[in-house]
Each structure stands twice: as C-alpha cells, then as structure tokens.
C-alpha cells in the first residue's frame, strides 16, 4: 500500500502563486511515478503534471510554462508550483502514484486540495 497526503491549497488572486506538496508513505520502493490530476465542479479528472521514476515529465497544454513539478526522492514527496494562477485553475488538486509490484499496477490518490483562483 501507499499512502498519499496533500498540503498547500488554498485560496489566491490570479496571477499569484501556490505550491502543493504531496509525501508519499508505505511501499514507496513500488513507486514508478508521481503526479497531480485536478477536477472542476461538472468536469472530468485531467491530468496536470506528471514526473516518472527515470525523471521525465509532461504537463497538460493548458499549464506549460507556468506550473512544475518537481520530487524530493529521499523524502518521497512530489511538488507542484503553480505560477501565473488564472481562475480556470480552480479545481480540487490530487496526487496520484503509480505503482508496480508483484506482477500488478497499482494506482494511489491523495485526499485532494482545493485550489481556488479569483478574478
């Protein structure tokens, strides 16, 4: 099992900064990649950024140059910073970890963290 926790949300101006935080816990050896997702209200789950074990990451368009992951492998947490806050960025943000191990991919969510973007 892996557990995720989520910190840094919050409420922001647009043009303003957040940083979101997510440790990750428990079969951490598992992990191949980290990620955040985020979901609107009436919307489906999107793909934000993403970082794999190798190092390689990809954002979603809408995002590029202005947000970036990053990790911190020895303490097994993931970053967000997210620049340039517009309000189409409010959403609830959650970590995600994929994991492999006996033969099996795993799939792990965070709580989620509310990020919200005013006008």
């Known amino acids: 099992q892996v557990q995720l926790v989520e910190s840094g949300g919050g409420l922001v101006q647009a043009g303003g900064s957040l940083r979101l935080s997510c440790a990750a816990s428990g079969s951490t050896w598992s992990i191949h990649a980290l990620g955040w997702y985020r979901q609107a209200p009436g919307k489906q789950r999107e793909l934000v950024a993403a970082?794999?074990?190798?190092?390689?990451?990809n954002y979603a368009d809408s995002v590029k140059g202005r947000f970036t992951i990053s990790r911190d492998n020895a303490k097994n947490t993931v970053y967000l910073q997210m620049n340039s806050l517009k309000p189409e960025d409010t959403a609830v943000y959650y970590c995600?970890?994929?994991?492999?191990?006996?033969?099996?991919?795993?799939?792990?969510w965070g709580q989620g963290t509310q990020v919200t973007v005013s006008s």
């Open positions: 970082s794999n074990i190798g190092g390689s990451t």
């Open positions: 995600n970890a994929k994991a492999y191990r006996s033969g099996r991919s795993y799939d792990y």
